[in-house]
T-cell receptor, first 110, second 115 residues
Framework: EDQVTQSPEALRLQEGESSSLNCSYTVSGLRGLFWYRQDPGKGPEFLFTLYSAGEEKEKERLKATLTKKESFLHITAPKPEDSATYLCAVHRNYGQNFVFGPGTRLSVLP | KAGVTQTPRYLIKTRGQQVTLSCSPISGHRSVSWYQQTPGQGLQFLFEYFSETQRNKGNFPGRFSGRQFSNSRSEMNVSTLELGDSALYLC??????????????FGQGTRLTVV
């Protein structure tokens, strides 16, 4: 069965303390992996798309990487405004197009 | 460029009533998907519409339905509301290239509370 898991469930960092979030997937026919950021009460905001193993994308303090089984979202020197829930989703080439993971709730303390 | 617009933002309904939510996608996007988000279940896929046709459907009862109009705007309807239908309903639009979608862009959601 296709599955997307994320770890940790919640993460607390001090401002400037770098870390990584993990997204593991077991999906046949993967067409892409997406990262989103979601603030409370709002819709998810698109961050990155990764299509093939070895691919990397960067945006400000965020860097996403992809292997054949998982993706990492690296956060370098985070700031309090980076606090949010980070969601990953896989895009399959059949059936339900996007399957979302449960998310990692990130808190960055000043 | 305008984003995805969902209306209304908030709704309070009584058990047994029905509700209709609206979504206007990004201009040029013809694929619209609907999701239900709850604290316990996360983001759950409801259905996807493309060119006024339902292309994919998630595991929700028949009380949940939708449609898409010729201008790509979409509506979803929930009949005979239950307390468990209280959730944030999100609409996402994307470009479709053949059978594949590009990244999805989400609206702000409609917060439905069933009392």
């Amino acid at each position: 069965e296709d599955q997307v898991t994320q770890s940790p469930e919640a993460l607390r960092l001090q401002e400037g303390e770098s870390s990584s979030l993990n997204c593991s997937y077991t999906v046949s026919g993967l067409r892409g992996l997406f990262w989103y950021r979601q603030d409370p009460g709002k819709g998810p905001e698109f961050l990155f798309t990764l299509y093939s193993a070895g691919e990397e994308k960067e945006k400000e303090r965020l860097k996403a990487t992809l292997t054949k089984k998982e993706s990492f979202l690296h956060i370098t020197a985070p700031k309090p405004e980076d606090s949010a829930t980070y969601l990953c989703a896989v895009h399959r080439n059949y059936g339900q197009n996007f399957v979302f993971g449960p998310g990692t709730r990130l808190s960055v303390l000043p | 460029k305008a984003g995805v617009t969902q209306t209304p933002r908030y709704l309070i309904k009584t058990r047994g009533q029905q509700v209709t939510l609206s979504c206007s996608p990004i201009s040029g996007h013809r694929s619209v998907s609907w999701y239900q988000q709850t604290p316990g279940q996360g983001l759950q896929f409801l259905f996807e519409y493309f060119s006024e046709t339902q292309r994919n459907k998630g595991n929700f009862p028949g009380r949940f339905s939708g449609r898409q109009f010729s201008n790509s705007r979409s509506e979803m309807n929930v009949s005979t509301l239950e307390l468990g239908d209280s959730a944030l309903y999100l609409c996402a639009s994307s470009l479709r290239k053949g059978e594949l979608n590009t990244e999805a862009f989400f609206g702000q959601g409609t917060r439905l509370t069933v009392v």
